[in-house]
């Protein structure tokens, strides 16, 4: 049973260019999370994604958005990058209280 | 406005003993807590987690105990091994919709 898997492993973006960031959950699990971690600190929540809608929002500008599709797998666009938008990008599904973390998208912006 | 604090970056322990991680909280709202191992290059990887309302929760080498009225978790890991080397984060949910709020880690470091 695969886990949470994301793609790409790496990308490297400029100021300015527009990303986009892929995410399929656990089998089973229907909700899905995106997080930011910034080096050296612990991951921040972007956003979670139910039943293909936005469900809840953390503190991060309109320039992030997202999107679940019926199979539930999700993407995560970040428009207009800024230098502070290098991280890595995590994306977890839930089961119950639990979220099961993917191996994450490591997004750099020169 | 940190909500969830690992007040100790760092932490440096013997094989065979006790490691004994840190984190502290402030939003009473929150009713679940729960532990990360993280490795570099790879996402966190769920260890443990406590339910409000309980105050102990033990799986295998790794216990967490909460403590509602100092809003104070902590994970006790007995014994611990050079594979245990990580970083740690508490996270914290208060909600149904699942919206966890971490800590800042803290790297374990086992030494042989």
């Known amino acids: 049973d695969a886990g949470v898997t994301q793609s790409p492993t790496h990308l490297i973006k400029t100021r300015g260019q527009q990303v986009t960031l892929r995410c399929s959950p656990k089998?089973?699990?229907?909700?899905v999370s995106w997080y930011q971690q910034a080096l050296g600190q612990g991951p921040q929540f972007i956003f979670q994604?139910?039943?293909?809608?936005?469900?809840q929002r953390g503190n991060f500008p309109d320039r992030f958005s997202g999107h679940q599709f019926p199979n539930y797998s999700s993407e995560l666009n970040v428009n207009a990058l800024l230098l502070g938008d290098s991280a890595l990008y995590l994306c977890?599904?839930?089961?119950?209280?639990?979220?099961?973390f993917g191996p994450g998208t490591r997004l750099t912006v020169l | 406005d940190q909500q969830v604090k690992q007040n100790s970056p760092s932490l440096s322990v013997q094989e065979g003993r006790i490691s004994i991680l840190n984190c502290d909280y402030t939003n009473s709202m929150f009713d679940y807590f729960l532990w990360y191992k993280k490795y570099p290059a790879e996402g966190p990887t769920f260890l443990i987690s406590i339910s409000s309302i309980k105050d102990k929760n033990e799986d295998g080498r790794f216990t967490v105990f909460l403590n509602k009225s100092a809003k104070h978790l902590s994970l006790h890991i007995v014994p611990s091994q050079p594979g245990d080397s990580a970083v740690y984060f508490c996270?914290?949910?208060?909600?149904?919709?699942?919206?966890?709020?971490f800590g800042q880690g803290t790297i374990l470091t086992v030494h042989p």
């Open positions: 994604y139910y039943e293909e809608e936005e469900r």
């Open positions: 996270a914290s949910g208060g909600t149904s919709y699942g919206k966890l709020t």
């Open positions: 089998s089973g699990h229907d909700t």
């Open positions: 977890a599904s839930r089961e119950g209280d639990t979220q099961y």
